[in-house]
């Protein structure tokens, strides 16, 4: 199995196209929406996490090419290593999604993956490099 | 008007039966119960703080070696060390930077590593005496093969800290974190209504001589601070500020615990270190109570605009913690975010351990043997002509 996580753009004629059903139906993968804008004048956008066979993920993506949907597989990800972090907040001044959050009731960190741009001014900005970059693919 | 002794209270938390809660806590028994009842009810109230802490170091001392050395320079995993001191004593400062590896580790890591019982690598050099004829010497050294290891830090604890953001149309890289432009974000840095001097502001408890929470350990307050003055200034007819006091602490390193002090680099600033930091302080009468139930919204700080390397850096204005914690405030009709430095999480942690310790009788009050001066002035460093 594989996963990999990708920005999907719709042009107008495609936003009515039910996409990530075919990709669960005939490919056999598993796609988590982790962001979506879609407006059917104009265009879409999708962000998902794909999971299945490389074979089916292949297949999939060839489906997407034919359809007309351009995609771009992020290669890299954003990872919170929490049990360095000591819940400080600094990384929350620059984060420019609030992907990174202080819960107001008991001051803890929390990261929305799915937020995330990795726009990578988190990595920096925390003091304890708790925030690190991953690599996938 | 019900008054109270450390010496009655120590009583108290031997016998276990004291009663301790924290500053967060007090806010709203004060509420309910009122000043009067408070002050008769509650003995001891915890404070805390976990915060950046530039003013850190560590004298040590690593024992001779056979053939002695007389230490003249000394580094320790390639960070110097200020070794003019005596034969094998040093002092290490969190800030100070590896000349091997730069911003990625410095005096801080040192610390934090030997408080983790890490290996950390000794190297020093000598001019030789006949005394001391060794001139060189590189091994490795452990906290618990050394002779003494202790936290002395110059100055912690700040009262009040400014709150910063950034005008210019550049990202700045601070003490107070990256700074985005056009006034992107604000950073602050105190724990407000939870910070000790907050709640004992013009320092009537705590003094030399004041045991604290250090770091994991029980240390002691050994002077005042560098750059303490006891300042006070009158927001508006109910609220009063506190600034400018501060604390020089010490404690054995060898006793700490890295979940209360840990290294931190601030991204192109340098390197410092989060210490955590708990006061109990004795409810000695109504007066105390009073200033014990400050809260957030009483706590007044100033937004300063960082972005004038100068020393005065215009004020933009005055908020108060609520504010601030609230995640977003108002500046030139513009919501800014607003995010903290210093870990509120820690701190109440810290609180309530102290509070736990008290209450367990593991913890005495140490009344102060001096109290720390309310007469100091904030010099600048003027620059004279050298001939
Ligand atoms: S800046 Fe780092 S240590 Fe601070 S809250 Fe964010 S991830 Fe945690
Ligand atoms: S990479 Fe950017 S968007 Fe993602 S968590 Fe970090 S600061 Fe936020």
Same mark, same amino acid.
């Given at each position: 199995m594989k996963k990999i996580k990708l920005s999907l753009r719709f042009s107008p004629h495609l936003t009515e196209k039910p996409i990530t059903y075919h990709l669960i139906k005939d490919y056999d993968l598993v796609i988590n929406i982790l962001n979506a804008e879609i407006n059917f004048n104009k265009a879409g956008k999708l962000t998902v996490e794909m999971e299945g066979t490389e074979e089916n993920i292949d297949k999939g993506l060839r489906y997407l090419e034919q359809q007309g949907v351009k995609y771009k597989i992020f290669t890299k990800t954003i990872i919170w290593e929490e049990d360095k972090c000591v819940h400080c907040g600094a990384c929350t001044a620059v984060c420019p999604s609030r992907a990174l959050k202080m819960d107001q009731k008991d001051w803890s960190l929390s990261f929305d993956k799915s937020k995330c741009l990795v726009c990578e001014l988190c990595i920096q900005a925390c003091p304890i490099n708790a925030m690190d970059m991953d690599f996938f693919l | 008007m019900s008054k109270k002794s450390f010496e009655e209270i120590n009583e108290k938390i031997k016998q276990g039966k004291a009663v301790v809660v924290t500053a967060d806590e007090i806010i709203d028994l004060v509420e309910e119960k009122g000043v009067k009842k408070v002050a008769q009810e509650v003995d001891v109230v915890t404070t805390a703080t976990f915060s950046p802490m530039c003013s850190t170091g560590a004298f040590l001392n690593f024992g001779h070696t056979e053939v002695p050395i007389r230490m003249s320079k000394v580094w320790l995993n390639d960070v110097p060390a200020y070794a003019g001191l005596a034969a094998v004593d040093a002092f290490i400062g969190a800030t100070e930077l590896s000349e091997s590896r730069g911003f990625d580790y410095g005096g801080a890591h040192v610390i934090q590593d030997l408080i983790d019982g890490k290996k950390v690598k000794l190297h020093a050099t000598s001019y030789g005496t006949?005394? &001391?004829?060794?001139k060189e010497v590189t091994t490795y050294i452990t906290k618990e093969d050394i002779n003494q290891a202790y936290l002395f830090n110059?100055?912690?604890? &700040?009262?009040n800290y400014n709150a910063a953001t950034n005008s210019s149309d550049k990202i700045i890289y601070t003490y107070m974190g990256t700074l985005l432009p056009d006034y992107g974000n604000i950073t602050y840095c105190t724990s407000g209504q939870l910070s000790p001097l907050l709640n004992d502001p013009l320092l009537r408890t705590i003094g030399i001589g004041t045991r604290i929470f250090l770091a994991g350990t029980q240390g002691y307050i050994s002077w005042e601070g560098t750059q303490h003055v006891l300042s006070v200034e009158k927001i508006n007819q109910s609220t009063t500020q506190y600034s400018g006091a501060t604390l020089a602490v010490i404690g054995n390193l060898k006793e700490m615990s890295t979940q209360f002090i840990r290294a931190a680099t601030f991204e192109k600033y340098g390197i410092t270190m989060f210490v955590g930091i708990g006061i109990p302080i004795p409810v000695i009468d109504e007066k105390m109570v009073e200033f014990l139930a400050v809260k957030d919204s009483d706590i007044y700080t100033q937004v300063i605009d960082y972005s004038y390397p100068k020393r005065s850096k215009p004020t933009i204005k005055k908020v108060n913690y609520q504010e601030l914690r609230s995640g977003a405030i108002d500046l030139n009709n513009k919501k800014v975010p607003t995010a903290p430095l210093s870990s509120l999480k820690k701190a109440r942690e810290i609180a309530l351990l102290l509070k736990e310790s008290i209450i367990k009788g593991e913890f005495l009050l140490q009344k102060p043997v001096q109290p720390l001066p309310d007469n100091n002035e904030f010099k600048p460093l003027n620059e004279r002509e050298v001939e």
């Amino acid at each position: 199995m594989k996963k990999i996580k990708l920005s999907l753009r719709f042009s107008p004629h495609l936003t009515e196209k039910p996409i990530t059903y075919h990709l669960i139906k005939d490919y056999d993968l598993v796609i988590n929406i982790l962001n979506a804008e879609i407006n059917f004048n104009k265009a879409g956008k999708l962000t998902v996490e794909m999971e299945g066979t490389e074979e089916n993920i292949d297949k999939g993506l060839r489906y997407l090419e034919q359809q007309g949907v351009k995609y771009k597989i992020f290669t890299k990800t954003i990872i919170w290593e929490e049990d360095k972090c000591v819940h400080c907040g600094a990384c929350t001044a620059v984060c420019p999604s609030r992907a990174l959050k202080m819960d107001q009731k008991d001051w803890s960190l929390s990261f929305d993956k799915s937020k995330c741009l990795v726009c990578e001014l988190c990595i920096q900005a925390c003091p304890i490099n708790a925030m690190d970059m991953d690599f996938f693919l | 008007m019900s008054k109270k002794s450390f010496e009655e209270i120590n009583e108290k938390i031997k016998q276990g039966k004291a009663v301790v809660v924290t500053a967060d806590e007090i806010i709203d028994l004060v509420e309910e119960k009122g000043v009067k009842k408070v002050a008769q009810e509650v003995d001891v109230v915890t404070t805390a703080t976990f915060s950046p802490m530039c003013s850190t170091g560590a004298f040590l001392n690593f024992g001779h070696t056979e053939v002695p050395i007389r230490m003249s320079k000394v580094w320790l995993n390639d960070v110097p060390a200020y070794a003019g001191l005596a034969a094998v004593d040093a002092f290490i400062g969190a800030t100070e930077l590896s000349e091997s590896r730069g911003f990625d580790y410095g005096g801080a890591h040192v610390i934090q590593d030997l408080i983790d019982g890490k290996k950390v690598k000794l190297h020093a050099t000598s001019y030789g005496t006949d005394c &001391y004829p060794k001139k060189e010497v590189t091994t490795y050294i452990t906290k618990e093969d050394i002779n003494q290891a202790y936290l002395f830090n110059p100055r912690n604890a &700040y009262q009040n800290y400014n709150a910063a953001t950034n005008s210019s149309d550049k990202i700045i890289y601070t003490y107070m974190g990256t700074l985005l432009p056009d006034y992107g974000n604000i950073t602050y840095c105190t724990s407000g209504q939870l910070s000790p001097l907050l709640n004992d502001p013009l320092l009537r408890t705590i003094g030399i001589g004041t045991r604290i929470f250090l770091a994991g350990t029980q240390g002691y307050i050994s002077w005042e601070g560098t750059q303490h003055v006891l300042s006070v200034e009158k927001i508006n007819q109910s609220t009063t500020q506190y600034s400018g006091a501060t604390l020089a602490v010490i404690g054995n390193l060898k006793e700490m615990s890295t979940q209360f002090i840990r290294a931190a680099t601030f991204e192109k600033y340098g390197i410092t270190m989060f210490v955590g930091i708990g006061i109990p302080i004795p409810v000695i009468d109504e007066k105390m109570v009073e200033f014990l139930a400050v809260k957030d919204s009483d706590i007044y700080t100033q937004v300063i605009d960082y972005s004038y390397p100068k020393r005065s850096k215009p004020t933009i204005k005055k908020v108060n913690y609520q504010e601030l914690r609230s995640g977003a405030i108002d500046l030139n009709n513009k919501k800014v975010p607003t995010a903290p430095l210093s870990s509120l999480k820690k701190a109440r942690e810290i609180a309530l351990l102290l509070k736990e310790s008290i209450i367990k009788g593991e913890f005495l009050l140490q009344k102060p043997v001096q109290p720390l001066p309310d007469n100091n002035e904030f010099k600048p460093l003027n620059e004279r002509e050298v001939e």
